[in-house]
Nanobody, 115 residues
Framework: QVQLVESGGGLVQPGGSLRLSCAAT????????MGWYRQAPGKERELVAG???????YYGDSVKGRFTISRNNAKNTVYLQMNSLKPEDTAVYYC?????????WGQGTQVTVSS
């Protein structure tokens, strides 16, 4: 069983930055990949970014060049640095972890981009 604890959401003005954190209760070396998804009201959940156990990263088209995913192996934590935020980035952001046998989700953290 893996528990994911997210933090770092909040209200930010357009053009601003936020960093989300996702701490896993299992060693991230036991996790095949971790990522961030988001869901805005009335929309489907979509991939934001992911990082594999080998360190490869991938991003959704709408955030390429603005968001960066990284991880700290010693802290079993994955981060999402979000720069140049836009109102359309407003959503609940969910951390995801995939192991050999299962997929796990965090509780979600709200990100609101508004002036």
């Amino acid at each position: 069983q893996v528990q994911l604890v997210e933090s770092g959401g909040g209200l930010v003005q357009p053009g601003g930055s936020l960093r989300l954190s996702c701490a896993a209760t299992l060693s991230i070396f036991s996790i095949n990949s971790m990522g961030w998804y988001r869901q805005a009201p009335g929309k489907e959940r979509e991939l934001v970014a992911g990082i594999t156990s080998g360190g490869s990263t991938y991003y959704g088209d709408s955030v390429k060049g603005r968001f960066t995913i990284s991880r700290n192996n010693a802290k079993n934590t994955v981060y999402l640095q979000m720069n140049s935020l836009k109102p359309e980035d407003t959503a609940v952001y969910y951390c995801n972890a995939v192991t050999v046998n299962n997929a796990y989700w965090g509780q979600g953290t709200q990100v609101t981009v508004s002036s």
